[in-house]
Structures are given as structure tokens and as C-alpha cells.
């Protein structure tokens, strides 16, 4: 087989990345639309990663946040996001480069992305590190965002789930490569 020398698949992440940046823009002006929710995991260790030394121990590999009905101060660039969410009753705001991102689901679409971090990472993955905020810089700001119905949510496990308890559908790649024969 020849050398991938172009690096498809880094693009084809970036691409996907993009799409997670756009629906994130979309919702820091317009707010979620009808019952879309999102589940992001991210590497808590990628570079760049800013979460308290709280969460940082809490989770020290991989972090699952839910944005939907509790949270305020989304603010989306081209290379990270940042939200302000409540763990255990206490406010937090989290800084994410878009590369961190593990998974994307939108459990009422039944939509999930699935990324490849170490790859991403190329050299950076030698610089592994958790940046912390201080807590006193954690302290949610005066605009909210959402409807305020229910907290937002930290979870552990790596896979999100849809209503039903049926597993979000996970968009492979194969699935558009054209096929031959």
C-alpha cells in the first residue's frame, strides 16, 4: 500500500472538527434548537485544556460535559470553546482546544463523531499537561445561555446514549469512500 503523504485522515478530522465548530457557533447566537443536546468528551490532558484542579483530578484522562439546559459564556473560536457549566453545584468554566475533543453526540439527532486525539496531537502529545484555573476564576459570568430547566452534567463514561438507551449512531469515514466493483 503507498504512503498516505497528503494525511487524509488528519484533514478529514479537521473537516468533522469544523462541523463541531460551526453547530457550537450556531448555538452561541441562536441557542439549541428544539430538544438538540450535546455530549463532548475531550482529553482533560491535551495542551491547552484549562479546567480547575478539581476537575483536573476528578478526571484525569477524559471528561464528558452535556450542554443543554445549564449554561452560560459560550464563546467559540477556530481552535477552541469555552462554556461555563455547574459540577456538583459549583460553577466552572472549562477552556477546550477543538483538538482535545474525543466525541461529539447529539443524542436526539442520533449524530456522533468520533475523533482520533493521539493523532491529532502529533507533536504535541510529548507535551501532555493540564493547565488549571484558579478557582476564584471560575465564577460564572452574568449571561446565560440556555433555558435553565435542568443542571448540566458531568459524566464518566465514554460513550453517550441516545433516548431509549439505543447508542448514538457513529459516522464512519467508509461510509462516503466511494466504492470499487
Do not use: C
Not at 17 to 30: F, I
Not at 72 to 99: A, M, N
Amino acid at each position: 500500500m503507498a504512503e498516505d503523504l497528503i494525511r487524509y485522515d488528519v484533514l478529514a478530522q479537521d473537516a468533522l472538527r469544523g462541523l463541531v465548530r460551526k453547530v457550537l457557533t450556531e448555538v452561541v447566537q441562536a441557542g439549541l434548537p428544539g430538544e438538540h443536546h450535546f455530549f463532548i468528551t475531550f482529553n482533560t490532558r491535551f495542551p491547552g485544556v484549562r479546567i480547575s484542579s478539581r476537575l483536573a483530578a476528578d478526571y484525569p484522562g477524559e471528561m464528558t460535559v452535556v450542554l443543554q439546559h445549564q449554561f452560560w459564556d459560550l464563546v467559540v473560536t477556530d481552535s477552541f470553546f469555552e462554556v461555563g457549566l455547574s459540577f456538583k453545584g459549583v460553577p466552572e468554566k472549562l477552556h477546550v482546544p477543538l483538538r482535545a475533543i474525543t466525541s461529539f453526540v447529539d443524542p436526539h439527532a442520533s449524530f456522533a463523531l468520533k475523533f482520533d486525539v493521539a493523532a491529532d496531537a502529533g507533536a504535541e502529545a510529548g507535551a501532555v499537561d493540564v493547565r488549571t484555573v484558579p478557582a476564584e476564576d471560575t465564577a460564572p459570568r452574568v449571561k446565560a445561555v440556555g433555558d435553565g430547566k435542568k443542571p448540566a452534567r458531568a459524566k464518566r463514561d465514554k460513550a453517550a446514549k441516545a433516548k431509549d438507551g439505543e447508542a448514538a449512531a457513529v459516522v464512519s469515514l467508509d461510509a462516503f469512500r466511494k466504492k470499487n466493483g
